[in-house]
């Protein structure tokens, strides 16, 4: 078997990530909650152009934290028991929900689908910004700057992990929606989204994320793997502070949005993807999040794989879901 390019095995089993965690983590996201919780999303339905038989499909728009009126697609399915489970579908970073084709399955199979469109990427969520410092690239460092400031309540990705929240919410109140069976489901950025779905949105019964980013910064930095996905880490410094005089401080703020501090508040069953030689979101900043998550749990290795297409995963997971 390949050696993972990462740690050994047998220490990814108990790595705990390198990424500070602030002291006023749990604080931070319990009143960000009550911030959301606290909103009327006047959530609201448009019926799509794009229609097939036994399957209704809706634009669905709702008001997120900060006012920005944010976008998923929605797909109802036609002649089913009601109330029946629903799944959250999230994007990888810089897309969009996708067409309207690829949902069409989990519909089929009697699932109601709610797929995101993520603030400032390509699909319809509005974004207004409204931060200091440098937003040419990358939502990782939106924010930041305001964060070192004293606010890291404008966290770009602060406003899309409570998006996800807010949209699991919303499909829980449809009267056709079983609010005690919906999952989540997404790689990369989605797969991201996903923990931080489940870890906001506690009723969250089953998840399966594949190759989740957005975890351990510090580790992908002293790693040298601040390219690709993880480019704007490097960008803000040599942009915003190129003598590295607040690295300490940078790293501490963006423990905000490291989902692998999240993760203990996960309670859904999770099923994982993970390939050891993917460069694009090391897995030893996944087994960061992996080894907090305390709710059954399982992870399905594929040693020869990167950051791509796991043969076999997607109808593992859609199996999975459908054990709701």
């Keep these: 078997m390949p050696l993972t390019f990462d740690l050994p095995v047998e220490q990814l089993v108990t790595y705990q990530g ?18 959301m919780h606290g909103m009327d999303p006047k959530a609201e339905l ?7 038989p036994g399957i209704e499909c809706f634009h669905l728009y709702f008001t997120g934290v900060g006012g920005e009126r944010v976008h998923a697609k929605l797909l109802r399915p036609l002649n089913v028991a009601s109330p029946h489970p629903a799944v959250l579908l ?20 009697g699932f109601t689908v709610a797929a995101l469109d993520c603030r400032g990427q390509a699909g319809l969520s509005e974004d207004r910004g409204s931060v200091a410092g440098n ?7 939106r924010g930041l700057s305001d964060a070192l400031a004293g606010a890291p309540e404008k966290l770009l990705f602060r406003q899309i992990f409570l998006d996800t929240a807010q949209l699991a919410a919303i ?60 480019t704007e880490l490097q960008e803000f410094f040599r942009h915003t502070d190129p003598t590295h005089k607040y690295e300490t401080e940078a790293f501490e703020k963006l423990g905000y949005i490291d ?31 992996y080894n907090k998550i305390t709710s059954p749990k399982e992870m399905v290795v594929y040693p020869d794989f990167a950051h791509e297409t796991l043969p076999g995963f997607n109808d593992r997971a859609l199996r999975f879901l459908m054990g709701l």
Excluded at 90 to 109: E, R
Excluded at 135 to 141: F, K
Excluded at 262 to 281: Q, S
């Design 90 to 109: 999230f994007h990888g970073y810089t897309g969009d929900s996708g067409d309207w084709f690829d949902k069409l399955g989990f519909a089929a199979a």
């Design 135 to 141: 937003t040419l690239h990358g939502h990782i460092i």
């Design 259 to 289: 989902i692998q501090f999240l993760a203990p508040r996960v309670r859904a069953e999770i099923l994982w993807g993970i390939g050891l030689m993917d460069t694009i979101c090391p897995p030893s900043s996944q087994f960061a999040v």
């Design 171 to 230: 499909l829980m109140e449809m009267p056709e929606v079983d609010a005690n069976r919906i999952g989540v489901m997404g790689g990369s950025q989605g797969g991201a989204l996903t923990i931080a779905c489940a870890a906001l949105e506690p009723r969250i019964k089953r998840a399966a994320p594949m190759f989740p980013f957005l975890s351990d910064y510090l580790r992908v930095w002293e790693m040298d793997q601040a390219k690709d996905a993880y």
């Design 46 to 52: 448009i019926r799509a152009d794009f229609q097939v």
């Design 18 to 35: 390198k990424n500070p965690r602030p002291d006023d983590f749990n604080l931070y996201w319990d009143k960000s909650l009550d911030e």
